[in-house]
């Protein structure tokens, strides 16, 4: 390899992945929280500094479990080891962007739901997505999320996926 291709090579592979969502796994009890770490204010992350994480989602008991499944699948698909999280028992695991908003978004139209048919509908219809719709129903749920329209957008979502 030369010394153009390997500057070239670096270009194309930054080191230094942008993750603001941090999932947190217990298989034990089952319970999953996502959490998102925003920039401090003033811009971008400088000198590693980063601001505070606030909580997005979190499921635990018979929804968390039924959520397995699908999240095990989206993170060994993006490359995360399983085994040795499995054999730990319990994990804290960084995310990109778009994995992040595919398990906040799953997390989030599964809470409300009882029915674990309607669980498979909503695992397989988010799984489904390609990113770019994970991430337009994320920004119609999360922008308003403490509003109606942020509702609105997941009893939508809802109402598509499983039919509610």
């Known amino acids: 390899m030369t010394a153009t291709s390997a500057s070239l090579a670096r ?15 217990d298989l034990t009890v089952p319970r999953m929280v996502v959490s998102l770490r925003r920039p401090p204010s003033g811009g971008p992350v400088a000198h590693g500094r980063q601001g505070r994480a606030q909580r997005l989602a979190a499921l635990e008991g018979p929804r968390a479990q039924g959520a397995l499944p699908a999240v095990l699948e989206m993170l060994h698909r993006r490359g995360f080891s399983l085994p040795r999280l499995e054999e730990r ?12 908003a595919r398990i906040v978004l799953l997390l989030w139209a599964m809470a409300p739901v009882r029915k674990p048919s309607r669980w498979a509908l909503l695992r397989a219809g988010i799984a489904a997505m390609v990113d770019e719709e994970v991430l337009y129903w994320y920004a119609k749920a999360a922008g308003e999320r403490a509003g109606a329209r942020g509702q609105n957008a997941l009893r939508a979502l809802r109402l598509l996926l499983a039919g509610e």
């Open 89 to 100: 028992g319990r994990g804290r695991l960084r995310l990109d962007e778009t994995l992040g």
């Open 11 to 25: 270009r194309a592979h930054p080191r230094a992945q942008y993750r603001p969502f941090t999932l947190t796994l």
